[in-house]
């Protein structure tokens, strides 16, 4: 699967995705050689505030969902 380099790039300078993986729909679909139209990215070692600060940098980050744990950006 290509990572597309603007996710590459929030990836490479973000911290607390530091140790992050790709899941969910994305994974599925590259399996399946279909288009990728977008990326879930679970992430570890870090706590809502902190992830939502270090991404708010590249845009929007927006806590969706704390009971399942979900910042969208």
């Not at 973000?14 to 992050?20: H, I, N, S, W």
């Not at 599925?28 to 679970?42: H, Q």
């Amino acid at each position: 699967m290509r990572i597309p380099e603007e996710l590459q790039q929030i990836i490479d300078t973000t911290p607390a995705l530091a140790g992050c993986y790709l899941v969910g729909g994305c994974v599925r679909d590259a399996i399946f050689g279909l288009p990728v139209s977008d990326f879930d990215i679970e992430v570890y070692d870090t706590d809502f505030d902190t992830l939502q600060a270090q991404l708010s940098k590249h845009g929007k980050a927006s806590l969706v969902g704390r009971s399942f744990g979900t910042v969208k950006l």
